[in-house]
């Protein structure tokens, strides 16, 4: 699904991500763990399509398309979702209208007309539930007034409501309390299909005890160093990551 090869990034003349290799096969769930500034955010938005990147070496193939010939919008019809670690407020476009045109153009590029509002309602409330969310949202503009996890759950909403073929999560659980993760982690495991990925970008074990990853990469200096099952998170969350400095690249 994707295949990402020596991947060489900077921002700023700085070189950011130095020779990132991965793949993602379908029905699998990938977590990406390592310090701050090791390029873990980077890989998401480069993959999402965020502008400011100079990609200076490697290849990323979603579906075996080269996404770096497609545009944000179209990565998106094609069915990448970065759900976002700091989710941005969009004042004046409520939920429901920015929802509702979103799925009608991933339905436009597949060549399907626009969903029915009955049905639309119908799939809102249904994913709503799965993420727990008041039905008020819907007529809030998006994300104004949010808390932090108000916020992050409608992130996963939105995912459910567009049904991705890859969703990347950054770093969804920061600033969540214990419930707000319990219930954001309920929604990724229910939207789990064998014809979906999923990316989870996390500093922190605690996530991977509700998503239990298939495999688990450690990331420093802008490359993988090490990977392994869910029991590598455990590892790091009693080491740190002072130690994988120290580990040659896999």
């Known amino acids: 699904m994707l295949k990402v090869n020596n ?12 020779g990132f290799t991965l793949e993602i096969n379908a029905g699998e769930i990938h977590a990406i763990m390592g310090p701050n500034g090791t390029g873990k955010s980077t890989l998401g938005n480069i993959i999402a399509g965020k502008e400011g990147y100079t990609i200076t070496q490697g290849t990323v193939e979603f579906e075996g398309v080269n996404i770096f010939d497609l545009e944000p919008e179209d990565r998106a019809r094609l069915g990448v979702f970065l759900a976002f670690q700091y989710p941005i407020e969009i004042p004046g476009v409520s939920n429901a209208n920015f929802l509702k045109a979103a799925v009608n153009e991933i339905r436009k590029s597949k060549g399907e007309d626009p969903m029915p509002p009955n049905d639309f309602l119908k799939l809102m409330r249904e ?3 799965l993420v727990e969310m008041n039905k008020d949202f819907i007529s809030r503009s998006v994300n104004q007034g949010f808390s932090g996890g108000e916020k992050k759950r409608n992130e996963i909403f939105q995912m459910a409501m567009l049904n991705p073929k890859l969703a990347i999560l950054d770093e969804t659980d920061s600033g969540l309390d214990i419930d707000a993760l319990r219930i954001v982690a309920n929604g990724v495991n229910k939207l789990r299909t064998k014809d979906n990925a999923f990316l989870v970008i996390t500093h922190y074990q605690r996530l991977l005890d509700y998503i239990i990853p298939d495999f688990v990469h450690v990331m420093y200096d802008g490359r993988i160093v090490k990977t392994g099952d869910k029991d590598l998170a455990l590892e790091l969350e009693e080491k740190g990551y002072d130690w994988v400095k120290e580990l040659e690249i896999v």
């Open 7 to 18: 991947l060489h990034a900077s921002i700023d003349n700085k070189e950011i991500l130095k």
């Open 127 to 129: 994913k709503m539930a």
